[in-house]
């Protein structure tokens, strides 16, 4: 009678420690999740990309946007031609944008393509091209004549290949191109009274 008394209480004594080792985890687990707490700091802004463009004069005026459908006039030294002789003219371009960037001497195009075995294609075939680059912050009009050193290449065809340059945003910068037309002293008869118009394009971009 007394060992069934004692093992009734040891039954007792052991679901004690059960419900206690219960009540503890429990314990454990309630005070973990109490003490989660949590909090945010929140940041705004406002963000706009920027832009690139460019500018450019043939002149001492003012910088001015020049597409395709309206480009700038060149200034030439001489004209017309006669063989042996040349003539000068500049482009200077900036950076309009607020974004720096490079540009390039990237073509010439004649208004009408000549055709073969016309006047034209024979003045455009027999023209001496050379032009030049160079890049200041000063921008000042150029010095650019006949004699002034640049790449040369035969025709309208082709155009010298120049270095690219670097131009700065908001006008910090100013790229110059010198071009120079040349009539070769044997230039073709037919080429006389001959006339062409070469639009030059210049090529911007960022990065």
């Not at 006047?119 to 032009?131: I, K, Q």
């Not at 002034?148 to 110059?176: F, K």
Request: overall charge negative.
């Amino acid at each position: 009678m007394a060992r069934r008394t004692r093992d009734r209480g040891r039954t007792a004594l052991t679901r004690v420690q059960a419900l206690l080792a219960c009540a503890l985890l429990l314990g454990v687990g309630s005070a973990g999740t109490l003490a989660s707490w949590s909090d945010s700091e929140i940041a705004r802004s406002p963000f706009a990309a920027g832009s690139f463009a460019l500018a450019s004069r043939t002149d001492d005026g003012a910088f001015a946007t020049h597409p395709e459908a309206d480009p700038a006039a060149l200034s030439w030294t001489l004209a017309p031609l006669y063989p042996g002789d040349s003539a000068a003219a500049w482009v200077q371009v900036q950076g309009a944008g607020s974004v720096d960037g490079s540009v390039s001497l990237s073509g010439v195009a004649l208004s009408v393509d000549p055709a073969a075995g016309s006047p034209e294609a024979a003045l455009r075939d027999a023209l001496l091209v050379r032009a030049s680059v160079t890049s200041s912050t000063d921008p000042t009009p150029p010095e650019c004549i006949a004699s002034t050193p640049g790449v040369e290449v035969t025709g309208l065809t082709q155009i010298p290949v120049l270095p690219a340059q670097q131009v700065a945003a908001a006008g910090g910068s100013t790229v110059t191109y010198c071009i120079v037309l040349t009539l070769p002293i044997d230039a073709p008869a037919i080429t006389q009274g001959v006339a062409l118009t070469p639009t030059w394009v210049i090529t911007g971009s960022t990065g």
